[in-house]
Nanobody, 114 residues
Framework: QVQLVESGGGLVQPGGSLRLSCAAS????????MNWYRQAPGKERELVAG???????NYADSVKGRFTISRDNAKNTAYLQMNSLKPEDTAVYSCNAVWMFQFWGQGTQVTVSS
């Protein structure tokens, strides 16, 4: 069964950090681009960060310098390290894998609030 399972979300104060994980099962993600998207209530889903199979990365302007995407192909997992979190980062964060096929995880809630 193909799955992407996100974890690591939660409630954090402004300025805090969280590390999200996206564990793939049922397929090998080594050839897949891995992406993190987020969707806040009442807003469109947006691409936060992506990493290619070769390790190239891209980020939304709103998170550059604060978020870092990485991958560990041996663990079939992608990560999103989020630092200096702001209330406007509050959203459901979802993992996406794209190559010959496209897979989505169910998402994990991130809430930034004091």
């Amino acid at each position: 069964q193909v799955q992407l399972v996100e974890s690591g979300g939660g409630l954090v104060q402004p300025g805090g950090s969280l590390r999200l994980s996206c564990a793939a099962s049922g397929f090998t993600c080594i050839n897949y681009a891995m992406n993190w998207y987020r969707q806040a209530p009442g807003k469109e889903r947006e691409l936060v960060a992506g990493i290619t199979s070769a390790g190239g990365t891209n980020y939304a302007d709103s998170v550059k310098g604060r978020f870092t995407i990485s991958r560990d192909n041996a663990k079939n997992t992608a990560y999103l390290q989020m630092n200096s979190l702001k209330p406007e980062d509050t959203a459901v964060y979802s993992c996406n894998a794209v190559w010959m096929f496209q897979f989505w995880g169910q998402g994990t809630q991130v809430t930034v609030s004091s």
